[in-house]
Structures are given as C-alpha cells and as structure tokens.
C-alpha cells in the first residue's frame, strides 16, 4: 500500500466530507467526523491494513444509515461507494 498517496486520498475525501456536512453538530456527523480523523490519524503513521479496513468499515456503515438532517443521501453514498472502494483496494 501507498501510504502517502492514500493519505492524501483521504485528506480530500475528509475535506468533501466536512464540505457537506449540512449540520456539523449533528451526533452522526460528529461521528463521521471523527472517523474520518482516525482514518487519516492511522494512514499518516501507516498503521497495519487491518487497522484501516477497521476504520473504513466504520465509514462506511455511519454513511449508510446517515439521517437528511447531517448530510444529504447523495454525499452519504458518495463517501459510502469510497469506503468501500478503499476496502477493496487493500484486500
């Protein structure tokens, strides 16, 4: 794996992210939020694939149950269809 290149992958994706955030205090966005941040935490200091795909999964499961009111449905299956790319990219 890229380290560097995913890592910066991930910075833009996180940037969109926060981007369109329709209520950034909203828990759910919160939580996104913060899953983005251990994401990008752990690719910068390249922890094992493992530890990503954790991370991804977790992406991936706040977007699919993601509510209107945080972020639109079409920006949450964007950032989902992501994750889920990023988990088949480092089976």
């Not at 913060?34 to 999964?57: C, M, P, S």
């Amino acid at each position: 794996m890229d380290y560097k290149r995913y890592h910066n992958e991930v910075i833009s994706m996180q940037r969109r992210c926060k981007d369109w955030t329709d209520d950034p205090s909203h828990a759910q966005a919160k939580k996104l939020e913060q899953a983005f941040q251990k994401l990008e935490d752990d690719v910068q200091v390249q922890k094992n694939v493992h530890t990503i795909r954790d991370h991804l999964k977790r992406i991936e499961s706040l977007c699919s149950s993601m509510s209107d009111e945080a972020m639109s449905h079409g920006h949450a299956n964007e950032i989902e269809d992501w994750a889920q790319q990023g988990l088949r990219t480092i089976r």
